[in-house]
């Protein structure tokens, strides 16, 4: 039977919610971008081609600060292609689905703004969206793997006020990548293999990362397999592109954009017979290639002390996924060792652990684990906080099981000023998914910051950590500044 029905209030808070917080997002980004003066970075900045319109002007003005930083190589992809060879590093999912909406339901507004300002504005409504929609679907991913659904909904809520919130909002793919992947977990749980089997494919054509669900799939398998004996494609594209045989690429490509490949040394598609190095690898991997020559990508290659300042930025995001792995281990170290794959006296007896520490959680920790020790070690550092925020489920369960945990705020099944005595771990473990699973519709995270001066010094942590970061990210990222 479907633990969310259709008339969940929980369900109804979280879409509300979601949709306030882009509401509040868009408006604020907006205000800081008229307020600061953009920064003059060393950005990808491709030249605009035609005179803006004042339509054109306006947008620019509303949500140009949603276009900065890698945004502008997923609107230029869109509207001229992967022209550059270091354009092959961003997946084509995300800004085919971009040039679509622009040339499809945006087709009736091209008297009014140009094609990029079209573009634009797609991907500010496609990311208002699918982040919308991603809230939704963990929500109903955390009823399904948690069996609480309280701790579903305060990681669904916290989910809108992400750290990675900016990426979220501005022409990235982190918003279509969370939904994506949220919905193949979530299909997966359910047993409908083939549904979230596309869905993950999907997925891996929105990010690199998108192939590491994979191991979901291949879990999913192993698990079913040994509890019976217990019981009883972008990379051809760019090859074909950038290592065939040379064409007149000149006399297609606008003069600007020509010029600006020879001002900052990006590469085009072969001409007069020039590969680049990494055609004649024993297996050409464009993607790769890009990291190490365009971003310097590389295991521990961000290990400098001038990125002190970086990983200052990653640290609380790698304290709270450390801190999920070690209390998941500490919790079920024997469960760890089996891999999960040895069925529980619990589970048979029908009584499973409930909440973060459930044995379903295992292979979500895992791929949070994984996704964090590779960010840490062979990433720009900075990004682990949008990395993990759009990829893993982890981070948000996590923090939402600490809140629920230590939070006396949240004991209280009555009204604001009722405090329930606090709950020993034994008697957590003991409750049924019903029990679990009932509670208040109030928003959580609303309540916690109308008391935010009778909260827990933990639960400050955690709300500063993620409202300090949505704010900043706005401020910073929208203005061309350095952010994650």
């Known amino acids: 039977m479907e633990l969310v029905s259709r008339q969940d209030p929980h369900l109804r808070e979280v879409v509300w919610f979601a949709v306030c917080c882009r509401a509040l997002t868009l408006l604020l980004q907006a205000l800081f971008n008229l307020l600061i003066p953009d920064h003059a970075a060393d950005a990808f900045s491709p030249p605009r081609l ?75 409504l496609l990311n208002s969206l699918f982040s919308v929609l991603a809230a939704t679907v963990l929500y109903k991913l955390g009823c399904v793997v948690l069996q609480c659904r309280r701790v579903a909904f305060l990681a669904a809520v916290l989910f809108s006020v992400s750290p990675a919130n900016v990426f979220m909002a501005a022409a990235y793919s982190e918003s279509m990548f969370a939904f994506l992947a949220f919905s193949a977990m979530w299909q997966l749980e359910k047993g409908q293999s083939w549904l ?85 690898q024993r297996f050409p991997m464009v993607y790769s290639y890009i990291q190490d020559a365009y971003w310097n990508v590389g295991f521990l290659r961000y290990f400098e002390l001038r990125q002190i300042p970086n990983f200052l930025l990653a640290l609380p995001v790698t304290l709270l996924g450390s801190w999920a792995t070690w209390t998941y281990i500490i919790a079920n170290p024997r469960h760890c060792l089996t891999l999960g794959l040895e069925r529980r006296k619990s589970e048979e007896e029908g009584k499973p652990r409930l909440g973060f520490c459930c044995p379903a959680v295992f292979v979500y920790v895992v791929h949070a684990t994984v996704l964090l020790v590779f960010g840490f070690l062979c990433m720009h550092v900075q990004v682990l906080t949008r990395f ?97």
């Open 196 to 280: 979230s089997g596309l869905l993950f494919c999907l997925a891996s054509g929105v990010r690199a990362n998108g192939l590491i669900n994979a191991g979901f799939f291949l879990y999913s398998r192993g698990k079913c397999f040994a509890f019976r004996l217990q019981v009883g494609s972008g990379s051809y594209y760019a090859y074909v592109r950038f290592c065939g045989p040379g064409t007149s690429l000149e006399q297609t490509v606008p003069k600007p954009l020509l010029q600006l490949a020879l001002d900052k040394g990006y590469r085009l598609a072969a001409t007069k017979g020039v590969k680049p190095p990494w055609c004649s």
């Open 50 to 124: 035609s005179e803006p319109g004042l339509w054109d002007l306006l947008l620019e003005r509303l949500l140009g600060g949603l276009s900065h930083w890698d945004a502008e190589h997923f609107l230029f992809i869109a509207e001229r292609g992967y022209l550059y060879e270091h354009n092959c590093a961003f997946f084509p999912l995300y800004p085919l689905s971009v040039r679509a909406v622009a040339e499809g339901a945006l087709w009736p507004l091209r008297w009014l703004l140009g094609l990029r300002s079209r573009l634009l504005l797609s991907a500010v």
């Open 388 to 484: 993990l925020g759009s990829s893993s489920p982890v981070l948000y369960w996590f923090t939402a099981h600490l809140l629920q945990e230590y939070e006396p705020l949240l004991w209280s099944e009555g009204t604001d000023n009722q405090t329930a005595a606090p709950r020993s771990e034994k008697s957590l473990l003991d409750k049924s998914p019903g029990s679990c699973g009932r509670g208040t519709s109030e928003n959580p995270v609303v309540r916690l910051l109308l008391d935010c001066r009778l909260i827990t010094p933990l639960s400050k942590c955690i709300l500063g950590f993620f409202l300090s970061y949505w704010l900043l990210g706005l401020v910073l990222h929208c203005n061309f500044l350095p952010w994650t």
